[in-house]
């Protein structure tokens, strides 16, 4: 035992002996107790960090959630009523399909290490395989991860859940990564951190993977200080999403309890309508058509005297674009000419049929 570790054992004991004497828990202990015990006993500051080591140190060997807060420093987790604590933010993430499970499985991790351990943004993004211990009892940094009574709301089941795909992930292994966020394989009353987790997490260099906009994973750095800002408050915004998993995720129809004659005579009644539709739209098109050929039979073309004096091939070309346009068309500028402007080989002007207008006040690009 190291000179450290008989200190902090020294610092435990003593925490112990003023519980039992004053008939508080040691352990489990309440924050409210350590605070009371922290005060009654006054010391430099790394002497009651000691203290709290020590208390945090037995709670983690005896596999329970350290009661310890930790000292108060900014962290990118802010208290705030308006938003999602950490297990409702973990409710409503999504867990399945990619790429918005992957993308939410990630997030969910990230929710874990900044709102439950109040890890800085770069505490959260050293975060490395070494920092994690997976055994019966989930640790990251030395901290128990709590087991909730909901698996959606369950901290170690985000953990674990990140974990099982982090690594086919990292390595880009598509087919694997869609068959792990498969819905129709899932159980979301089942706890993910009670199945055991394969291994290759541990190829993963980092944990907080960015991931592109299709979700495939781009390794090489973390998730960026910037991206964690942005993600947070976007996953703690209450959204009542409820996801469906399972053998028949598919949403139930008016289908789904008829026999198959039943069926048959469903679809043959939907076919009718939809011919009786199709024969609807066929009319009104057909009678739009009369509509505009009656229209175009209103319209007569208006001579201008500037066409006049222009050469034959623009008069003629002039003469054309005037037409008003045919039938199964409709014409945007139906009641006024395009007309080629002389000297210019790109430009046309457009006028009104009734007036004249200056043709440098009107040119527009074709
Ligand atoms: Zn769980």
Redesign the pocket.
Known sequence: MTSREMLLDAHWSRFEAWCSAWGRSALPASPETIDEFLELFPGSRSQQRLRRQAIARAHAAAGESSPVTPAATPTVWHEDPKLADVERALAEIPKYRHPVGLRGRRDAFLIVLTGYLRLSRSQARSVSVDDIELTSILKIRGRVIP??NK?VT?M??AV?RWLRVVGNSYRGHRRETYQLLDPTRADLED????VEVEEDWRVADQLLLPLDAHGWARPGVPLSKGAITRVLPARRRASGFVEMVGPRTRRATRFNKLTVAETYKAAGELEEKVAAAAARAAEAVAQARRLGLDIDGLLVPVPDEEDDNEGPGDASLAAGLARPVGVNGCCPNRGSSLERSPGSSSHFELRPKTGRTSPTASSVAV
């Open positions: 087991i909730g698996p369950c170690a089941c674990t706890h993910d951190c009670h």
